[in-house]
């Protein structure tokens, strides 16, 4: 919301007052104000404003959300500022600029989700099947598929057309499978995890499972929304619902959630690839702070190293 200028009549004489109404996570709209010498705002005044803005939403957050050893009131004041930093990274970007950074994070994303399960497309090779729209020469079709319908689901998650629910869990699925040979819907064969012990659920009750997690999903909404999609992806890739995609798909569900909540998306890059299943691991074995860590340092270093760094060179 832009800020305004007020003028009120005190004792007979003119006072002129900044001020701008800020709508809060929880839907509250509350307006800020600060005092001004006169009608013509500086851009110290404005910076004040915004800076007091800023420690509101932040204690806000840290009161709002429930907190834990990892989630404490500190880190949801550092995940509240980068909310707003994000915000208004994309409020000085042109419609042309915002298509490309976004562009840029999607060819990023996709490179790295799957790379992870094993994708041998390079990050080049990546960046010119999504430029371009074309297949190229010799490479894996399947593979360029997986790449072109990445990018399809993403445009979706940015255009914050999906809710969470099992409806859009399938479609994200059907999107990101198409011209690949798998199975779209829920798997109607046993799957298993690779390397973890923990055992996905049986075909007959993956639906129930999936629907008790959108509930717990919608009962637990006092949880950060990194906090929130943390969990969420390490029980749906215990559901392992699909006959195949089930990574990508929860890694897509982790921007999901962030995004609905106009909060910046993640990447976790084929590097980390190790550690990232090894969290899943732990989680498995009801140690969550791993997974947690883990998210937050992938949340903090997209944002560092792609968002922000994005308008420095601007």
């Given at each position: 919301m832009m800020t305004f200028i007020s003028k009120k009549l005190i004792n007979g004489k003119e006072r002129f007052y900044l001020e701008k109404s800020i709508r809060f996570p929880n839907g509250k709209v509350k307006k800020f104000s600060i005092y001004l010498k006169d009608k013509n705002k500086t851009k110290e005044e404005n910076k004040k404003l915004e800076e007091k803005i800023l420690e509101e939403l932040k204690n806000h957050a840290s009161?709002?959300?429930k907190t834990n050893t990892i989630f404490n009131k500190q880190k949801l004041k550092q995940l509240e500022e980068i909310r707003i930093n994000?915000?208004?990274i994309k409020n000085k970007l042109t419609k042309n600029q915002i298509t490309d950074i976004l562009d840029r994070f999607t060819v990023n994303f996709t490179y790295e989700s799957n790379a992870i399960e094993g994708n041998s497309?390079?990050?080049k090779d990546v960046t010119f099947i999504i430029k371009e729209g074309k297949v190229i020469k010799n490479k894996d079709l399947r593979e360029v598929y997986e790449t072109l319908n990445t990018r399809k689901a993403i445009g979706l998650l940015f255009k914050n057309k999906l809710k969470l629910n099992q409806k859009n869990i399938i479609k994200l699925h059907t999107i990101l499978v198409e011209n690949t040979g798998i199975e779209t819907g829920?798997?109607?064969l046993p799957n298993f995890l690779l390397g973890r012990k923990v055992k996905t659920t049986p075909p007959e009750r993956v639906e129930k499972e999936i629907n008790k997690l959108i509930t717990w999903y919608n009962e637990n909404k006092n949880l950060h929304p990194l906090h929130l999609a943390a969990i969420f992806h390490a029980k749906f890739e215990q559901i392992h619902p699909f006959e195949d995609g089930n990574g990508r798909i929860?890694?897509?569900?982790?921007?999901?959630?962030?995004?609905?909540?106009?909060y910046p998306p993640l990447i976790i890059r084929k590097s980390q690839r190790i550690a990232y299943l090894h969290s899943l691991e732990s989680f498995d074995n009801k140690y969550e702070d791993?997974?947690?860590r883990s998210l937050l340092?992938?949340?903090k270093d997209t944002y560092e190293k792609f968002f922000k760094i994005y308008i420095k060179y601007l």
């Open positions: 009161n709002y959300y994000y915000k208004k497309l390079t990050l829920f798997k109607k929860g890694r897509l569900l982790i921007n999901l959630i962030l995004l609905e909540q106009d791993k997974l947690f340092e992938k949340y």
